[in-house]
């Protein structure tokens, strides 16, 4: 921006006027005037006016975006990297501004220059870092979230591995320290890197255990996480552990359908369900062909506005593909039936995680398709029982944490008794 060029002496007095007014002012006039004052004092109204951008762009008053949200962002982006460099507040406010920018780009589906943005705002996170002696670095959790969009699953997991180092001696005190590691897990988990997932699940695990007996976390958070890490070791053929942990879950769902929780939480516990269920269906889905899929695991607040977008939109597709393959998986169960039931699994989970991010009464949404994929997997053990009791098992555990998640703990308690039969797991 130049700031040299002269400027109209009633230009800046209406400008000052329109700050000093009583009353309230649009954030359109803010902009028109921080964009006069910013040429005579750029040291102090050139943070003002991209910060006065950003609102514009956005206004969270009626939750509706400006139609030029995007060129308001990218204007703001400009004007902070016009702030001297010298200038104490210019990292804080160019953080601000590019993470404003790079939302938007992901938005506009220009996901690989939001990516840029992300980078440059965790080299922004660094060297704040570096000067403040914080351990986190600002910007991580995007900065590998984006990667992870791209595809690029091992960069991701190494970023998320520097985070959680970072922020793991702290403890779970902050609240968000169980969604970095299901971030972390997730990230490894799509790298193909199963030890260091496996143990990074068994952190989740203990973390969970030793919060919930310490009433300072739910029940049910230690339950969901006992079984999505039952499942994983499943995935990665650690099916004697995988059972012992099973068993661990079905005595605390016992005690749980007995005595409810202790204490009344937050509704975050179905946010970390849905969260965990990602991982159920990760190993039956497929990427979609227009891009990678979102990371499996992270919960739906971490991903891109395209990625949700993306996810949301193939709902359609995936309930059409459901009820195209239904008359021929009835005519021949042999050819399709086993491909009905993993793909309408894949139909649930992703009904679920997106139902339960958008409402609080997502199990109004969800109850008949869980109660589908149960009486599908039934079909197929009874047509052949060696393919069908490790399919029907695994929907009848996904299906008995939603019902954990809705309440309904005695209906929970039954289906997982009932996999743990299929399984040959029952005592």
């Given at each position: 921006m130049n700031h040299s060029r002269k400027v109209d002496q009633d230009d800046i007095v209406r400008a000052r006027n329109v700050l000093l007014a009583s009353g309230r002012r649009t954030a359109r006039e803010e902009v028109d005037a921080y964009r006069v004052l910013a040429q005579v004092g750029p040291a102090a109204y050139l943070p003002l006016l991209a910060g006065a951008l950003q609102r514009l762009s956005y206004d969270t008053g009626s939750g509706r975006k400006h139609a030029s949200a995007l060129a308001l962002s990218e204007e703001a982006v400009a004007v902070a990297r016009s702030i001297d460099a010298a200038e104490p507040t210019r990292a804080d406010v160019l953080y601000r501004a590019l993470d404003s920018c790079q939302r938007e780009l992901y938005d506009a589906g220009r996901g690989a220059e939001g990516l840029v943005m992300r980078a440059e705002m965790v080299d922004i996170g660094r060297a704040q870092a570096e000067l403040s002696g914080v351990p986190?670095?600002?910007?991580?959790?995007?900065?590998?979230?984006?990667?992870?969009?791209?595809?690029?699953?091992?960069?991701?997991?190494?970023?998320?591995?520097?985070?959680?180092?970072a922020v793991l001696p702290a403890g779970p005190d902050s609240g968000t320290l169980a969604?970095?590691?299901?971030?972390?897990?997730?990230?490894l988990h799509d790298a193909g890197r199963s030890a260091e997932t496996l143990a990074a699940f068994e952190t989740l695990v203990g973390m969970e255990a030793a919060e919930a007996a310490n009433d300072r976390s739910s029940m049910l958070c230690h339950l969901y996480a006992l079984v999505g890490y039952a499942q994983m070791l499943d995935?990665?053929?650690?099916?004697?552990?995988?059972?012992l942990v099973r068993h661990e879950a079905l005595t605390l769902l016992t005690r749980l359908a007995d005595t409810g929780e202790r204490n009344i939480w937050s509704g975050y516990q179905t946010s970390f369900w849905g969260a965990l269920l990602a991982?159920?269906?990760?190993?039956?889905?497929?990427?979609?062909?227009?891009?990678?899929r979102p990371p499996s695991?992270?919960?739906?607040?971490h991903w891109s506005d395209d990625a949700k977008r993306r996810r949301s939109g193939s709902l359609h597709a995936l309930r059409d593909e459901v009820d195209a393959l239904a008359p021929r998986a009835a005519e021949d169960p042999d050819r399709h039936l086993a491909e009905l039931v993993r793909l309408h699994h894949v139909l649930t989970v992703r009904s679920a995680v997106h139902w339960e991010w958008r409402t609080h009464r997502f199990t109004e949404h969800m109850r008949s398709l869980f109660g589908d994929g149960v009486?599908?997997?039934?079909?197929?053990?009874?047509?052949?029982?060696a393919e069908g009791a490790r399919a029907l098992a695994r929907i009848l555990i996904d299906?008995?944490?939603?019902?954990?998640?809705?309440?309904?703990?005695?209906?929970?308690?039954?289906?997982?008794?009932?996999?743990?039969?299929?399984?040959?797991?029952a005592d």
């Amino acid at each position: 921006m130049n700031h040299s060029r002269k400027v109209d002496q009633d230009d800046i007095v209406r400008a000052r006027n329109v700050l000093l007014a009583s009353g309230r002012r649009t954030a359109r006039e803010e902009v028109d005037a921080y964009r006069v004052l910013a040429q005579v004092g750029p040291a102090a109204y050139l943070p003002l006016l991209a910060g006065a951008l950003q609102r514009l762009s956005y206004d969270t008053g009626s939750g509706r975006k400006h139609a030029s949200a995007l060129a308001l962002s990218e204007e703001a982006v400009a004007v902070a990297r016009s702030i001297d460099a010298a200038e104490p507040t210019r990292a804080d406010v160019l953080y601000r501004a590019l993470d404003s920018c790079q939302r938007e780009l992901y938005d506009a589906g220009r996901g690989a220059e939001g990516l840029v943005m992300r980078a440059e705002m965790v080299d922004i996170g660094r060297a704040q870092a570096e000067l403040s002696g914080v351990p986190a670095v600002k910007g991580l959790r995007g900065w590998a979230a984006g990667l992870s969009d791209e595809g690029r699953y091992a960069e991701a997991a190494d970023v998320m591995t520097e985070l959680v180092a970072a922020v793991l001696p702290a403890g779970p005190d902050s609240g968000t320290l169980a969604w970095s590691l299901l971030d972390w897990i997730a990230a490894l988990h799509d790298a193909g890197r199963s030890a260091e997932t496996l143990a990074a699940f068994e952190t989740l695990v203990g973390m969970e255990a030793a919060e919930a007996a310490n009433d300072r976390s739910s029940m049910l958070c230690h339950l969901y996480a006992l079984v999505g890490y039952a499942q994983m070791l499943d995935t990665h053929g650690r099916g004697e552990r995988a059972s012992l942990v099973r068993h661990e879950a079905l005595t605390l769902l016992t005690r749980l359908a007995d005595t409810g929780e202790r204490n009344i939480w937050s509704g975050y516990q179905t946010s970390f369900w849905g969260a965990l269920l990602a991982f159920s269906g990760a190993e039956r889905d497929r990427p979609a062909p227009d891009g990678p899929r979102p990371p499996s695991g992270a919960a739906p607040m971490h991903w891109s506005d395209d990625a949700k977008r993306r996810r949301s939109g193939s709902l359609h597709a995936l309930r059409d593909e459901v009820d195209a393959l239904a008359p021929r998986a009835a005519e021949d169960p042999d050819r399709h039936l086993a491909e009905l039931v993993r793909l309408h699994h894949v139909l649930t989970v992703r009904s679920a995680v997106h139902w339960e991010w958008r409402t609080h009464r997502f199990t109004e949404h969800m109850r008949s398709l869980f109660g589908d994929g149960v009486s599908l997997a039934r079909r197929l053990y009874r047509h052949d029982p060696a393919e069908g009791a490790r399919a029907l098992a695994r929907i009848l555990i996904d299906r008995s944490t939603f019902h954990a998640a809705a309440g309904d703990l005695g209906p929970a308690l039954d289906d997982f008794r009932q996999a743990l039969r299929h399984l040959g797991e029952a005592d």
